[in-house]
Nanobody, 123 residues
């Protein structure tokens, strides 16, 4: 069983930065992703990374502002969020897909999910 523990959420002003962390139990493999859900909206993909090769993938809405990375030694995935906007306000979830060949931004392929961390961007 894979456990995912997120941290790093909080309140920030527009234009500010936050870094989210997702610590994973057990051996890391497959694909790791970040998704978010705002009140009244469907969950959407933010970014994903193939654990072995490190290939990153981004939603259009965050390209150029967010960076996903992983630390093999710490079994941790990060989401560096810069130039945050009020529309980035949401609960952010870390997720793990056992495999590395699924579409990385499709949330239906992910097997394990963290508890979520709130990100609030004030205008």
């Amino acid at each position: 069983q894979v456990q995912l523990i997120e941290s790093g959420g909080g309140l920030v002003q527009a234009g500010g930065s936050l870094r989210l962390s997702c610590a994973r139990s057990g051996r890391s493999s497959g694909t790791m992703g970040w998704f978010r859900q705002a009140p009244g909206k469907e969950r959407e993909a933010v970014a994903a990374i193939r654990w072995s090769a490190g290939n990153p993938y981004y939603a259009d809405s965050v390209k150029g502002r967010f960076t996903i990375s992983r630390d093999n030694a710490k079994n941790t995935v990060y989401l560096q969020m810069n130039n945050l906007k009020p529309e980035d306000t949401a609960v952010y979830y870390c997720a793990a897909d056992t495999y590395d060949y699924h579409s990385p931004l499709n949330d239906r392929t992910y097997d394990y999910w963290g508890q979520g961390t709130q990100v609030t961007v004030s205008s």
